[in-house]
């Protein structure tokens, strides 16, 4: 979903999986969007801020309606 809201990050996501993962590997999610999150944060400093839109609508989708895991309900007592 990531990718289909911010284009932009598509190349370096594919060098990133590729030097970060053998084939096969577990991904760590945690640290895969942690790399994305990288990759806004330029964006924002070169004031390239077009597809912030949709990037925010994919998290307020996952945010709502994702699993319980990523809607964080465990996390909160």
């Given at each position: 979903?990531?990718l289909s809201?911010c284009?932009s990050?598509k ?5 990133y ?5 053998e084939d096969?590997e577990e991904r760590l999610?945690?640290?895969?969007i ?8 330029d964006?924002y400093?070169?004031k390239m ?9 994919v ?6 309606n994702g699993?319980?895991?990523i ?7």
């Amino acid at each position: 979903m990531f990718l289909s809201a911010c284009p932009s990050y598509k190349e370096r996501w594919l060098t990133y999986v590729r030097d970060s993962y053998e084939d096969g590997e577990e991904r760590l999610l945690y640290v895969d969007i942690g790399d994305f999150t990288s990759h806004v944060v330029d964006l924002y400093q070169k004031k390239m801020l077009n597809e912030f839109p949709c990037i925010f609508k994919v998290v307020e989708n996952l945010h709502t309606n994702g699993d319980s895991y990523i809607r964080c309900d465990n996390w909160i007592s």
